[in-house]
T-cell receptor
């Protein structure tokens, strides 16, 4: 069975600085997706970034980028130039190609961006 | 375009009562999913509809939970009778046909069972 682990329950960062959130996963599958979702106080889950396992190039979305290490089964999220609006719970998630829509989530990391 | 809508946003009920949660997916999305996060734990998959059919209900915790999606549009999740351990946030998500990896989530329903 697949598992996703986020070892940092809480993190904080100063505004404008860079922060990296860790995520490791375990799977025997070779084709899958990895995601980072953000859940602000409004509670809506928002997709931050998505990575397809077959792509070696790390995904990037504006200030958000990932470090995808397939062999090490690691998928960290880097937030550059942190903004107050980045304050949220961040969830790492895994989806097997053959189980469309069935996400397996990590425990979440609560990020606070301080002015 | 409207996103995934869930209501109520909060529900407080007593143990033994019945509660029905509703989810309106994005118009045209064939796939609809229910997830929940109980206190302090991971978000867990409950089930997946494709149109009105249950594709995968492997995450449903027990027979006190009943999900329906009549006509392939909105979905309801009924908990009857509710137990204390059912407290948590229930999320709904939808995705288009062939776009299983493109989930759009609602804001969830916070359920408190007292």
């Amino acid at each position: 069975a697949q598992t996703v682990t986020q070892s940092q329950p809480e993190m904080s960062v100063q505004e404008a600085e860079t922060v990296t959130l860790s995520c490791t996963y375990d799977t025997s599958e070779s084709n899958y997706y990895l995601f980072w979702y953000k859940q602000p106080p409004s509670r809506q889950m928002i997709l931050v970034i998505r990575q397809e396992a077959y792509k070696q190039q790390n995904a990037t979305e504006n200030r958000f980028s990932v470090n995808f290490q397939k062999a090490a089964k690691s998928f960290s999220l880097k937030i550059s130039d942190s903004q107050l609006g980045d304050t949220a719970m961040y969830f790492c998630a895994f989806m097997n190609y053959n189980q469309g829509g069935k996400l397996i989530f990590g425990q979440g990391t609560e990020l606070s961006v301080k002015p | 375009e409207a996103g995934v809508t869930q209501f109520p946003s909060h529900s407080v009920i007593e143990k033994g009562q019945t509660v029905t949660l509703r989810c309106d997916p994005i118009s045209g999305h064939d796939n609809l999913y229910w997830y929940r996060r109980v206190m302090g734990k991971e978000i867990k998959f409950l089930l997946h509809f494709v149109k009105e059919s249950k594709q995968d209900e492997s995450g449903m915790p027990n027979n006190r939970f009943l999900a329906e999606r009549t006509g392939g549009t909105y979905s309801t999740l009924k908990v009857q009778p509710a137990e204390l351990e059912d407290s948590g946030v229930y999320f709904c998500a939808s995705s288009p046909a062939g776009g299983d990896e493109k989930l759009f989530f609602g804001s969830g329903t916070q359920l408190s069972v007292l």
